[in-house]
C-alpha cells in the first residue's frame, strides 16, 4: 500500500527557510512523478513544484527561483527546500505521487493518485 508521510513544516518568519520532506512507502519513487502542492484557508489547492521519474521540475511562477525540489529514490524521499518564504506561503502543503512518467511534468492535482495528509507551513510578517 502506497503511504505518503510529510514532515519538516513549522511557523518562521519572512524571509526564512524551511525544507519539508516526504517519507514514501510501499513503492519505490524511482519511476514515479512526484509533487508538492499547497492549499490555504479559503483557496484551492494549488501545484508548487514537480518531479518527473528522469528528474526533470517544473514551478509555479509564484516559488520559481525561491523553492527547490528533490528526490532521493535510494531513501524514497521527496524534498522541497523553501527559501525566501513570504506571508503568502503560509498553507498546509502536501507531497503527491503519480505511478509513471507525466509529459509534461504535471502541476494539476487530478494527474496525481496518491496523497499524504500535509503539513502546515506558516510564515509571519
Known amino acids: 500500500q502506497v503511504q505518503l508521510v510529510e514532515s519538516g513544516g513549522g511557523a518562521v518568519q519572512a524571509g526564512g527557510s524551511l525544507r519539508l520532506s516526504c517519507a514514501a512507502s510501499?513503492?519505490?519513487?524511482?519511476?514515479?512523478?512526484m509533487a508538492w502542492f499547497r492549499q490555504a484557508p479559503g483557496k484551492e489547492r494549488e501545484g508548487v513544484a514537480a518531479?518527473?521519474?528522469?528528474?526533470?521540475?517544473t514551478y509555479a511562477d509564484s516559488v520559481k527561483g525561491r523553492f527547490t525540489i528533490s528526490k532521493d529514490n535510494a531513501k524514497n524521499t521527496l524534498y522541497l527546500q523553501m527559501n525566501s518564504l513570504k506571508p503568502e506561503d503560509t498553507a498546509m502543503y502536501y507531497c503527491a505521487a503519480f505511478p509513471g512518467q507525466l509529459v509534461p511534468v504535471s502541476l494539476l492535482r487530478f494527474d496525481y493518485r496518491y496523497w499524504g495528509q500535509g503539513t502546515q507551513v506558516t510564515v509571519s510578517s
Open positions: 510501499g513503492y519505490d519513487t524511482g519511476p514515479y512523478c
Open positions: 518531479i518527473d521519474t528522469i528528474g526533470t521540475t
